[in-house]
């Protein structure tokens, strides 16, 4: 896992999966306030670094714009928690309640299991283990 600017660039991307994100947005989320001389060239640079980090052919784009590829080598929690709720919804219409329960808490267990944006300054506390809703 890549540390520090990579890292945000990666959340970033995550947040957008399989959507491409404009450099411009992209550029604020290292940086924030204080953007280099050239971001352009910076923030590619940096993308060339996380290239390598998730494997190859996670990340694509080009100046304008990067993308976090959405396929089956490629997973966000979120994504993947959105996918086990639907699951969990379709088991429940057939009936099928054990099934659809296993589902959501596969899903919530995505979702609270460790600390959201880990190592970001303003990741907030420890997520609560073990909560029902």
Known sequence: MPGGRAQRL???????????????????????????D???????????????SPGPGRVEGGP?????VDDEATTVDVSAALALIATAESELSRGLHGLAATSARSAEDLLTTGRPLAGEPD???PRRSGSRW
């Open 64 to 68: 304008s714009a990067y993308r976090l």
């Open 38 to 52: 050239r971001p352009e060239r910076t923030l590619a640079a940096l993308v060339s670094r996380l290239r390598r």
């Open 10 to 36: 990666l959340t970033v991307l995550a947040a957008h999966y399989g959507r491409f994100v404009p450099a411009e947005v992209l550029t604020g989320a290292p940086w924030g306030e204080r953007l280099p």
């Open 123 to 125: 990741s907030g506390g």
